[in-house]
């Protein structure tokens, strides 16, 4: 998928588990997963908004956009 | 959910009332192949009483049964897929294959079953019926499990871009 989820970055830069992230957002830690391995087909805007939130950044440190070669 | 269990346990009932006729079925094609039995056997093909078994007579009589075997073994994968619904296993690639592989079944069996009928018809009795019986209505079913497969298959996709949306 051309999209790249860089939460393991801004996880590593905030020196943050990801077991404690999944608890303040709300989800499981199954399902963080999923997002962080690029697995995920949708996010949900109230997600988006909750990870931001709690790692102080822009959906677009999270997002990126990759053309497939 | 009641339904499901109720629905099975007609399927295995007839699954299980059918088997002997499998049996039986498997004994009397060789019978009617290889033994001259025209002495025999009343057997009457859509209304119309055979008086000699010649060959095209007995082909008709076994593809009859073979289609009766057929319909059978429909019969069987529809209680294994009733078997998987019970489970909860509702999207698993083995109902959506064996969903369109009973639609086909199905379909292959309304046209052995029909078309040598009606050729024995025009040939031997010489009128021809055109009824709605049994025949276009195991088209029918067949082409519905077939489109049965391709919504599951569709419905599949969708749930796992549910399950996977974050």
Same mark, same amino acid.
């Given at each position: 998928?051309?999209?790249?989820?860089?939460?393991?970055?801004?996880? %590593?830069?905030?020196?943050?588990? @990801?077991?404690?992230? #999944?608890?303040?957002?709300?989800?499981?830690?199954?399902?963080?997963? $999923? /997002?962080?391995?690029?697995? %995920?087909?949708?996010?949900?805007? @109230?997600?988006?908004? #909750?990870?931001?939130?709690?790692?102080?950044?822009?959906?677009?440190? $999270? /997002?990126?956009?990759?053309?497939?070669? | 959910?009641?339904?499901?269990?109720?629905?099975?346990?007609?399927?295995?009932?007839?699954?299980?009332?059918?088997?002997?006729?499998?049996?039986?079925?498997?004994?009397?094609?060789?019978?009617?192949?290889?033994?001259?039995?025209?002495?025999?056997?009343?057997?009457?093909?859509?209304?119309?009483?055979?008086?000699?078994?010649?060959?095209?007579?007995?082909?008709?009589?076994?593809?009859?049964?073979?289609?009766?075997?057929?319909?059978?073994?429909?019969?069987?994968?529809?209680?294994?897929?009733?078997?998987?619904?019970?489970?909860?296993?509702?999207?698993?690639?083995?109902?959506?294959?064996?969903?369109?592989?009973?639609?086909?079944?199905?379909?292959?069996?309304?046209?052995?079953?029909?078309?040598?009928?009606?050729?024995?018809?025009?040939?031997?009795?010489?009128?021809?019926?055109?009824?709605?019986?049994?025949?276009?209505?195991?088209?029918?079913?067949?082409?519905?499990?077939?489109?049965?497969?391709?919504?599951?298959?569709?419905?599949?996709?969708?749930?796992?871009?549910?399950?996977?949306?974050?």
């Amino acid at each position: 998928m051309p999209i790249i989820v860089n939460l393991d970055i801004m996880l %590593a830069t905030r020196k943050m588990r @990801s077991k404690d992230l #999944a608890e303040k957002i709300g989800i499981t830690t199954a399902n963080l997963s $999923i /997002l962080k391995s690029g697995k %995920a087909k949708a996010i949900r805007f @109230s997600t988006l908004e #909750a990870i931001c939130e709690a790692l102080d950044c822009q959906p677009s440190d $999270i /997002l990126e956009f990759s053309p497939e070669v | 959910m009641k339904k499901l269990n109720i629905l099975k346990t007609i399927v295995d009932f007839s699954w299980i009332f059918l088997t002997p006729f499998i049996l039986i079925t498997l004994l009397a094609i060789p019978y009617i192949l290889f033994v001259d039995n025209s002495n025999y056997l009343d057997i009457h093909i859509s209304g119309f009483r055979i008086k000699t078994i010649d060959f095209p007579t007995k082909m008709l009589l076994v593809t009859k049964m073979v289609s009766y075997l057929i319909l059978i073994y429909c019969v069987y994968i529809f209680g294994r897929i009733l078997e998987y619904f019970q489970r909860n296993k509702v999207f698993d690639e083995f109902v959506l294959k064996n969903f369109n592989k009973m639609g086909v079944f199905l379909v292959v069996c309304s046209f052995i079953m029909g078309i040598p009928s009606i050729l024995y018809e025009v040939f031997y009795a010489e009128n021809v019926t055109i009824t709605f019986g049994f025949t276009p209505f195991l088209l029918c079913m067949g082409m519905f499990f077939m489109v049965l497969s391709e919504i599951f298959k569709i419905s599949r996709n969708m749930k796992e871009e549910n399950d996977l949306t974050i």
